[in-house]
């Protein structure tokens, strides 16, 4: 049964479209003609070389010197992209620089909204660049940043990019463990950290964590500290330490940048590490930058002048991406804070007053708003509002129907998915196609995407393995300190030789839409029936005493299963047997029988990495009988003392199954 259509492009949406503009211009310049977003999809995957130079030449794309070739014979992941050119990522945001329109607009739980210029931007990120430059900072240098996602935070990145230094960066509630995981591996020259930030109306002093992190780096030459929660705290007795004031000050020297070959590292991004150390995963400066055009100002629709706002960390790659629209000519908006603080109105609430026209954020905020019941559309003028992104983990078609309902009838939802992988989005929105409820609108350009079996030949809707069969220019140009590729294709390429497997349940739709249903590494499979954790989880979002849950399946010696739903109860809210009975009948209901809990366990907290992904599979390991310190790293928990209850209850199971260990 074809699912609701919730939202239709007008013919005008479409015609005004930047995607409409591009496949004119291939109509002009090449002569190829497309009736519709699948015929220009599959042209895009076909024929990858002249794809990507299209989008290089579509938007002037600034070589300073001329690449041999688009792509390489070479399979992934040695692919190779545009070899010989040399360009530079920062210098294309700079081409926007004018006087009519703003480069940032920023708002904290301490600070109303408040405006950067382009020539404000410009005036810093070149004072900032003459500090490394008498640091003896030089392309390939790393400078590593711990910081919220503030104004400061952008300057840095691009004052990075623009000499060919390596940008890397964790959000300051990363405990000093987690940091020193991260940037130990690659070997900062500059740190730049603030001395504390604000959460939920709580200031959180982190100089001695900034102490700590400096000191475990021998690489440092210097660190430059931002007092972002007290205005008068100095330096904080830091051995090489300046103060971020002091070095931004005016500089006659203009902003400069300085070419570096198309592969050379633009940043650093780091995997979860739930179970290890994080994997130093490194793009390169034209793969980014050419994905970040293609996706922001194609897919997404950017134009320039509009206000494009995500919420994000510094730690999740959405910052990287949300600082690309800068790319597009767009104004950023940054907040730093919680999404909940005072209240969940808050973001509505500065989409309002900026105007923002893209909104960017992840699906347990849209969860959450609907399950508190507000209607941001009633409560604040969002006229302005073009699209909604929702990405972090698959929105279920009830967070469909509440953008429709409760935040604008006509906006443009772009549901998307993507990853730190590739720091973009392999499916998400395009303006030429209706939303359907519970879909993505389809797959990226440029994208080979596909949903394998278990023999891994295609198939078409029904469920299977995400795999991505052809390279994209913004995959990693290599992982940090893994010489041989090896980490990097055990990543991706252990299952299907030089084929991509992303580790996701994927179904292509008969309408070329797209379906994610979670990590296929934390399937459960019951009886031979498997289904992916987010469906168990649109059921239980169902029950409105339920705030959170954690599916399990564990597997036991004989062939049986073990499959416990571990649940956190709304505030004055108990796990009833009326509750039980709810949940046990919305699963037999959507599902089956099959996927019923053996047991379902009321819990205080859910387990969940520093990005905000829920940690099925490490609290799995623990729960069978593994070692806690080989099912988990916890330094990569937003919420360790979660992890207490799970290490305990994994002593009770022993007792009550046959589970080894």
């Known amino acids: 049964m074809e699912p609701i259509t919730l939202w239709t492009p007008s013919a005008s949406f479409r015609n005004s479209s930047n995607l409409a503009h591009y496949a004119n211009w291939l109509r002009e310049n090449a002569g190829l003609s497309f009736v519709d977003y699948p015929s220009l999809w599959k042209w895009s995957v076909a024929h990858p070389a002249d794809f990507w130079k299209s989008i290089s030449d579509y938007f002037a794309i600034i070589h300073h010197s001329p690449y041999k070739s688009v792509v390489s014979d070479d399979s992934m992941p040695h692919t190779k992209w545009f070899e010989g050119s040399t360009l530079n990522y920062a210098e294309h945001v700079f081409r926007n620089a004018n006087k009519e329109s703003l480069a940032i607009l920023f708002q904290s739980e301490r600070q109303i909204l408040t405006s950067i210029t382009w020539q404000e931007l410009e005036q810093k990120t070149a004072a900032l660049q003459q500090f490394f430059l008498r640091q003896g900072i030089r392309p390939g240098d790393r400078i590593a940043g711990y910081l919220p996602c503030i104004p400061e935070a952008t300057i840095c990145l691009l004052a990075a ?23 130990q591996q690659v070997e900062p020259s500059v740190l730049i950290a603030v ?56 500089v006659k020297e203009p902003l400069q940048f300085i070419p570096v070959a198309f592969d050379h590292p633009a940043w650093i991004l780091y995997s979860s590490g739930t179970t290890g150390i994080p994997k130093a995963i490194t793009h390169g400066h034209g793969g ?26 510094t730690g999740w790659m959405m910052w990287n991406f949300v600082n690309a629209a800068l790319l597009a000519g767009a104004t950023i908006v940054l ?54 992104s929702s990405t972090g983990s698959p929105l279920p078609p009830e967070g469909f ?58 198939v078409y809707d029904e469920v299977g393995e ?31 030789p030089g084929v991509w497997r992303h580790g996701d349940w994927v179904k292509i739709t008969p309408r070329e839409g797209v379906v994610i249903l979670g990590r296929s590494d934390a399937t459960l499979n019951r009886q031979g029936v498997r289904i992916g954790t987010a469906e168990i989880y649109r059921a239980i979002d169902t029950i409105a005493q339920v705030k959170d849950s954690l599916v399990l399946n564990i597997e036991q010696p004989g062939g049986g299963d073990y499959m416990p739903l571990f649940v956190v109860m709304k505030e004055g809210e108990a796990l009833t047997d009326e509750v039980r009975n709810s949940i046990k009948n919305a699963l037999r209901t959507a599902y089956s029988p099959r996927h019923v809990p053996d047991e379902m366990i009321k819990v205080d907290d859910i387990p969940y990495t520093i990005s905000g992904k829920k940690m099925e599979m490490p609290v799995k390991k623990i729960l069978m009988g593994k070692p806690v310190d080989k099912s988990v790293n916890k330094g990569s928990v937003k919420n360790p003392g979660s992890l ?6 994994a002593q009770t199971i022993k007792r009550k199954t046959d589970l080894p260990g």
């Open 161 to 183: 990019l623009s000499l060919g230094a390596v940008w890397t960066s964790c959000s300051p509630d990363f405990g000093s463990g987690s940091v020193m995981d991260r940037f």
């Open 644 to 649: 207490a209850f799970f290490i305990e209850f």
């Open 335 to 388: 907040y730093d804070g919680s999404p909940g603080y005072p209240n969940l109105d808050v973001l509505w609430k500065l989409a309002e007053a900026a105007p923002v026209q893209h909104f960017g954020t992840s699906a347990p905020y849209i969860m959450a708003c609907k399950k508190a019941g507000i209607s941001p559309g009633q409560s604040f003028g969002l006229s302005s509002l073009r699209s909604i």
């Open 195 to 250: 001395d504390g930030y604000t959460y939920n109306g709580k200031p959180f002093d982190r100089r001695e964590e900034v102490k700590k992190i400096a000191a475990a780096i021998p690489s440092l030459k210097k660190t430059i500290m931002i007092s972002y929660l007290d205005t008068g705290s100095g330096t904080g007795n830091l051995d090489n330490t300046v103060l971020w004031d002091d070095v931004i000050q005016p």
């Open 288 to 313: 980014v930058l050419l994905e970040h055009y293609k996706y922001l100002v194609l897919q997404n629709d950017v134009k320039k002048g509009e206000r494009f706002f995500w919420f994000t960390t």
């Open 401 to 458: 129907d509440y953008v429709y309902e409760n935040i604008k009838r006509d906006v443009w939802l772009c549901s998307m998915s993507g990853g730190t992988d590739v720091c973009t989005a392999f499916v998400g929105g395009n303006p030429w196609t209706p939303v359907y409820e519970g879909e993505i609108q389809g797959r990226a350009l440029g994208c080979e995407l596909y949903a394998y079996d278990d023999n891994g030949k295609e």
């Open 466 to 496: 995400m795999v991505i069969a052809g390279a994209m220019p913004s995959m990693p140009v290599f992982f940090w300190n893994d010489p041989g590729f090896k980490k990097y294709t055990e990543s991706y390429f252990d299952t299907y």
